[in-house]
């Protein structure tokens, strides 16, 4: 019977090998838990984040909001003072009137339209420590509605408003509605499924209202470059309603009747202060507008304010030093208990 005997040097070669192996293996743990806890840490730290970034951006909302219903309570000249001098710290305060709060908040005349330009009510920027918002404001009148404009509308839009060869605005006015409607019948120049499949495109048109913005770069028609042109002066939120007395030029183009020589005059008088409060006088201060048929008419009635009666607030929230942002999207109308929101979104 034969005995194998294992020399001291081999025993020790395998003691040591086996020492290495523990090592590495505890090694790979420990990186994996050290992994783990980081992981951990910095999914709390961005949670945290995301909570103060919110809470900005709420903040952001809150200030915005109580800036356009003290500007309702004849503070609006006051309230602009106040955002021209910030970096002075001046405040102002105004006595009260000795009028009822609700007669205040149904003031109509847009000479003394408390949201005339709401941007100009407010601070653009705010800090708490290291939390800060970032404030942008804009009348939605100021913009065209595209799930609310009708064909002639947006025909008339890119075709005046955007400089676009009418042939092509007319295609891309009928692709749009043929991207809202509800029916797989293309207008003669427009387009539904079945010429997007023909024509390989990334997106098919899904029969309803614009969800985003952004999907109207998908239409049948449109370039790269008019979409950015055009995204500016168009929204998806408000009532559809243009303030003759806030929209720039392209907009107030898309309107019934609305001649470049009308727009460029509506301008020159706003800039000299001088707007018009009804649609005699709009007519009146304007005797080169289009005389319209009954019909045409009654759709410039329907579509059209002299006053800023809703605000689309973005406030964006983020810490100094995190990459987290929170954007919050909030409409705010007119009541007789203030600036009260309408719509929001968190992004």
Do not use: C, K
Request: zero cysteines.
């Amino acid at each position: 019977m034969r005995m194998t005997v294992t020399s001291p040097a081999r025993r020790d070669g395998f003691i040591l090998i086996a020492a290495l192996w523990l090592l590495v293996a505890l090694g790979a743990v420990g990186l994996d838990a050290a992994l783990r806890s980081r992981t951990r840490r910095l999914a709390a730290a961005n949670l945290l984040d995301q909570t103060r970034a919110r809470a900005a951006a709420m903040a952001g909302v809150e200030y915005a909001r109580s800036r356009l219903t003290a500007a309702m309570l004849d503070r609006a000249d006051e309230l602009r003072e106040q955002a021209v001098a910030s970096a002075r710290n001046t405040r102002q305060r105004s006595q009260a009137r000795g009028r009822s709060v609700v007669s205040l908040f149904r003031s109509s005349d847009p000479a003394e339209d408390p949201w005339r330009e709401p941007d100009q009510l407010m601070e653009p920027e705010m800090a708490f420590g290291d939390a800060r918002y970032s404030l942008r404001v804009r009348d939605t009148g100021a913009a065209l509605n595209l799930n609310e404009a009708s064909e002639e509308v947006l025909r008339q839009f890119f075709a005046q408003g955007m400089r676009v060869d009418y042939a092509h605005a007319d295609r891309l006015a009928q692709a749009i509605i043929d991207w809202r409607d509800t029916d797989e019948i293309p207008r003669l120049g427009g387009a539904e499924r079945d010429q997007y499949m023909d024509a390989r495109a990334p997106m098919l048109p899904p029969n309803r209202d614009f969800a985003e913005l952004s999907e109207l770069r998908y239409v049948m028609g449109m370039t790269p470059d008019l979409y950015e042109a055009s995204r500016p002066y168009l929204t998806l939120i408000g009532s559809g309603n243009v303030n003759l007395n806030a929209a720039p030029e392209p907009v107030l183009l898309a309107l019934p009747d609305m001649t470049p020589g009308a727009v460029t005059e509506l301008i020159r008088l706003r800039e000299i202060g001088s707007v018009p409060r009804t649609r005699a006088q709009l007519r009146q201060m304007l005797p080169m507008l289009d005389s319209p048929s009954r019909s045409r008419q009654r759709e410039f009635d329907r579509m059209t304010t002299f006053t800023t009666n809703e605000v689309e607030i973005l406030s964006e929230g983020r810490v100094d030093g995190s990459p987290i942002r929170t954007l919050a999207r909030v409409v705010v109308a007119r009541s007789d208990a203030g600036a009260v929101v309408v719509w929001r979104r968190f992004d």
